[in-house]
C-alpha cells in the first residue's frame, strides 16, 4: 500500500494548503477597498474551498490521509507569516505571485508523481484544480499591476523554499540563521475599521430621514411608496451587504481551531453575500444611478469587530439575517409589479441563500461558542450578544462621518428623482 499512502499523504498536504488559505487569505478582504477585488478575493476563497473539499473526499477513500481536519504547523507559520503586511496589496502580491504559483507547481508535481490509471479519480480532480489556480492568477491580476511582493515577498518564499515546495518536492534550502518569524512575534490584528477605498463612506445607509439616507425605513413596507423606489431600494440595501462581506471575513482567521466543515461552509456564506452586494452594484448603475454618490456603510463592521467571533456570528445569523425575512418578503411582492424577471430573480435567490444562512447559523453558533468556551445556552447567548452590540453601538456606531453632503450624496429623495416619481 505504499503507493496509495505516499499519494495519500500528498493529498494531506494539498489539503491543508487549501484549508490555510481560505483562512489567511480572508484576512485581505476588509483590508482591500476595491469592491470588485474583494469580490473576486470572496470567488477564490470559496473555490480554494472547494478544492480542500474534494481533496478531502477523494482523500478520505485512500489510506494514509489521516485523521482530523488539523494544518500542520509548517504552513501555518508561512501564511501567517504573509498577511502581516501594512500594505495588503502588497500580501495579496505574496500570495497570488509566490504562494499560489508553489500551489499550483505542488498540483503539477501531483500529476507527475501519481499513476494515471491507478489514481484517475485523484487525477480529474487536480487537473481542473490546475484549471482554477491558473485562472486565480489572471484574475487577480489586474489588481496587481506593478504591485510587487518586493522585500517581504523574499522572505515568504525563502520561508516557503525551507519546506522545498508545498509538498516537498524541491530541494529545501535551510533558512538564513538570523532569520525572523515576525508572524511568531506580533499577533495579528482586524484592522479597526473596514477599507472601502475611493467610495463614500458613512455609518448606516439606514434611517427615516428621505434627506438624509438612501434606505427609507418607513417606505419599505408603506404601500404608497412606488414600486420603482422599492427597487432601487433593495438593491441599495443588497449592495450594502459588502459589510457582512467584511466582518463575516473576519472570522475564519479567529477560528483557527474549527472544523474543516464549519469553514466550508462559512466560505459559502460569505461568497453568497458577495454576490447579493454584486447584485446592487451591477444592477444600480443601470437604473442611473452614480455609485461613486452612494455611501457605503461602516458602522455594523465598527461594532461587531469589537465583539467575540461567535458574537459576530450569532448577530449576523439569529439576528440581522433571522430578522429580514418579513421586510424582504413584503419587497419581493411589490418588485413583481414592476414585470423585471431579473430583479425577480436576484431576490429570488437573496431569499434562499438566506435561508440556508440562518440554518448555517443554527449548525454552526453552538460550535463556534464552544470553541471560545461559551457553555450556556445559545438563546440566552444571543440575547447577551444583542444586548453587547447595542451597548458596543454608543462607542462605536456612530463614529463615522458623512464623506457626501446631504445634497451630493445618494438619499431617498434622490432616489424619488430617479425613479422619476418627484
Ligand atoms: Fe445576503
Ligand atoms: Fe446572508
Known amino acids: 500500500m505504499a503507493a496509495v499512502q505516499e499519494m495519500a499523504r500528498l493529498q494531506r498536504m494539498l489539503f491543508e494548503v ?57 504552513y501555518r507559520t508561512v501564511f501567517e507569516e504573509a498577511i502581516r503586511v501594512d500594505d495588503p496589496l502588497v500580501g495579496l502580491a505574496a500570495f497570488y505571485q509566490i504562494l499560489k504559483p508553489a500551489l499550483l507547481s505542488a498540483y503539477r508535481h501531483y500529476l507527475e508523481a501519481t499513476h494515471h490509471l491507478a489514481d484517475w479519480p485523484s487525477r480529474k480532480l487536480v ?24 522585500e517581504s515577498g523574499e522572505r515568504f518564499k525563502g520561508a516557503l523554499d525551507s519546506l522545498g515546495g508545498w509538498l516537498g518536492e524541491r530541494e529545501s534550502t535551510p533558512l538564513p540563521e538570523d532569520f525572523k518569524w515576525i508572524g511568531k512575534e ?7 475599521t473596514c477599507n472601502r477605498g475611493d467610495y463614500p463612506v458613512c455609518s448606516s ?23 420603482r423606489v422599492i427597487r432601487l431600494t433593495i438593491y441599495i440595501w443588497l449592495m450594502m451587504e459588502l459589510d457582512a462581506v467584511d466582518y463575516l471575513a473576519t472570522v475564519f482567521y479567529d477560528t483557527p481551531d474549527a472544523s474543516f466543515d464549519m469553514h466550508f ?57 433571522a430578522s429580514s425575512f418579513p421586510t424582504k418578503a413584503i419587497i419581493m411582492d411589490r418588485v413583481r409589479e414592476l414585470n423585471d424577471f431579473e430583479a425577480d430573480t436576484l ?17 454552526w453558533l453552538p460550535e463556534i461558542m464552544k470553541l471560545f468556551g461559551e457553555e450556556g445556552p445559545v438563546d440566552a447567548f444571543v440575547e447577551s450578544a444583542k444586548a453587547r452590540f447595542n451597548e458596543l453601538a454608543k462607542t462605536h456606531g456612530t463614529k463615522t462621518p458623512h464623506s457626501l453632503p446631504a445634497d451630493e450624496r445618494i438619499t431617498g429623495n434622490t432616489l424619488l428623482k430617479i425613479a422619476g416619481v418627484a
Open 205 to 227: 445607509a439606514y434611517g427615516y430621514d428621505p434627506a438624509e439616507f438612501p434606505i427609507v425605513r418607513s417606505w419599505m413596507e408603506d404601500p404608497k411608496t412606488d414600486a
Open 347 to 363: 431576490l429570488a435567490f437573496d431569499r434562499n441563500d438566506e435561508q440556508q444562512h440562518v440554518r448555517y447559523g443554527h449548525r
Open 265 to 321: 461552509d462559512l466560505a459559502r456564506h460569505l461568497w453568497d453575500e458577495s454576490r447579493h452586494s454584486a447584485f446592487g452594484y451591477k444592477q444600480l448603475p443601470k437604473f442611473g444611478v452614480d455609485l461613486s454618490k452612494l455611501e457605503h456603510s461602516l458602522e455594523l463592521y465598527n461594532i461587531l469587530i469589537h465583539m467575540s467571533p461567535p458574537e459576530r456570528y450569532a448577530m449576523m445569523t439569529m439576528e440581522f439575517e
Open 18 to 74: 487549501e484549508r490555510e488559505f481560505v483562512r489567511t487569505a480572508t484576512t485581505f478582504i476588509p483590508r482591500v477597498g476595491e469592491v470588485e477585488l474583494k469580490y473576486l478575493l470572496c470567488q477564490h476563497v470559496w473555490e480554494s474551498a472547494g478544492h480542500a473539499r474534494f481533496i478531502r473526499e477523494r482523500g478520505r477513500e485512500m489510506s494514509g490521509f489521516g485523521k482530523g481536519d488539523s494544518v500542520c504547523e509548517s
Open 127 to 150: 487537473e481542473e484544480f490546475i484549471v482554477d489556480e491558473k485562472r486565480h492568477l489572471n484574475e487577480i491580476e489586474p489588481y496587481l499591476e506593478g504591485v510587487e511582493a518586493g
Open 186 to 192: 506580533i499577533p495579528y490584528r482586524h484592522p479597526e
